[in-house]
């Protein structure tokens, strides 16, 4: 084995920590000053807010305001639909109603003009 082996193994090789080892991380940790709620919230960045949408629970809020908000877009899509088809069938319907007037005016116009030529023949006939 070359020296740097044999250097990184002792280096690495399994110690046991001292006794105390576990009484002095304790009273580090009691040492430290502990955090408020407030200075939480203010170390929260933007990033971090949307980052905490999310979270399991707020992301089941988000999921739910998206479909809401689909369910809403599909609806009026929907809705504006029907309504073109209805006024595109009233359009229709309408052009179908003038189409039968016209042939009425036009069947009315070639009677009355029937008759005034009739009742002309009629009056010069009497003459």
């Not at 088809?85 to 319907?93: F, N, P």
């Given at each position: 084995m070359s020296r740097l082996e044999n250097e990184l193994r002792s280096a690495l090789s399994r110690e046991e920590p001292s006794p105390d080892f576990t009484?002095?991380?304790?009273?580090?940790?009691?040492?430290?000053?502990?955090?408020?709620?407030?200075?939480?919230?203010?170390?929260?960045?933007?990033l971090s807010?949307?980052?905490?949408?999310?979270?399991?629970?707020?992301?089941?809020?988000?999921?739910?305001?998206?479909?809401?908000?689909?369910?809403?877009?599909?609806?009026l899509s929907l809705h504006r639909y029907r309504e073109n088809?209805?006024?595109?069938?009233?359009?229709?319907?309408g052009e179908r109603a003038r189409q039968q007037v016209l042939l009425a005016m036009k069947l009315t116009s070639e009677k009355l003009n029937f008759a005034h030529r009739k009742i002309q023949q009629s009056v010069e006939n009497r003459k």
């Open positions: 009484d002095r991380v304790m009273a580090r940790i009691q040492s430290l000053p502990a955090k408020t709620e407030q200075e939480k919230r203010e170390k929260i960045g933007w807010k949307i980052i905490a949408i999310f979270e399991p629970f707020q992301l089941k809020w988000a999921m739910a305001a998206a479909l809401a908000i689909l369910m809403l877009f599909a609806g088809q209805r006024m595109l069938a009233e359009i229709a319907e």
